[in-house]
């Protein structure tokens, strides 16, 4: 009995390692969006927008939405994608203030700490939005369109990864830069 919930906690913890995973490629690209040059102010030129925009006509199609549908649909990701953004922006402001506060000669522990527990907490709050918004929508589908939505988006996110990956290699995205990995271990 034991081993059974020993697996089933295994692979509880593998989907949301997985889950986690996803959530954090979306969120690096939408960071790396300012040094790809991308307009940030016109909202239906940028990525995200495009993606977003491209993931509802999929699920319409898929799920053979009828209009009202798929405007409650729309409706949903807009109060999601709003909120993300507010998320973005504010994490954006602690990044570059956690970076200045640890660039300092002798960083301040306390605001490192802060900081640090303000970016987590948006980084929790990024996951619920995403949580929240599936549960909206599969809660306005019946059950075979549940089951469709979530084999829907999965085979669409791994196409996604593909084409990205193969854009990559033909250099058709910039690779992001690691950052420089200091020579000397910072002194305590």
Do not use: C
Not at 73 to 94: C, Q, V
Not at 108 to 116: F, G, P, Q, Y
Not at 122 to 139: H, K, L, V
């Amino acid at each position: 009995m034991l081993k059974t919930h020993i697996r089933k906690g295994e692979s509880d913890m593998k989907g949301r390692k997985f889950r986690l995973t996803m959530v954090l490629m979306i969120f690096t690209g939408i960071m790396v969006l300012p040094t790809l040059g991308l307009a940030q102010d016109k909202a239906k030129e940028t990525w995200w927008a495009h993606y977003m925009e491209q993931r509802q006509e999929i699920l319409v199609k898929a799920l053979k939405l009828s209009p009202e549908k798929a405007k409650e649909l729309a409706a949903i990701d807009e109060k999601y994608s709003k909120e993300r953004h507010g998320i973005f922006d504010r994490m954006k402001k602690f990044q570059a203030d956690l970076t200045a506060a640890l660039a300092a000669p002798k960083p301040d522990e306390a605001k490192v700490k802060e900081l640090v527990g303000l970016i987590t907490k948006d980084q929790d709050a990024i996951m619920t939005t995403f949580r929240e918004q599936r549960n909206a929508e599969m809660a306005m589908l019946t059950p075979l369109q549940q089951g469709e939505y979530l084999v829907t988006l999965k085979k669409w996110r791994q196409e996604m990864m593909e084409k990205h990956k193969a854009a990559k290699k033909e250099g058709e995205t910039p690779a992001v830069k690691a950052p420089e990995v200091p020579k000397e271990a910072p002194k305590k």
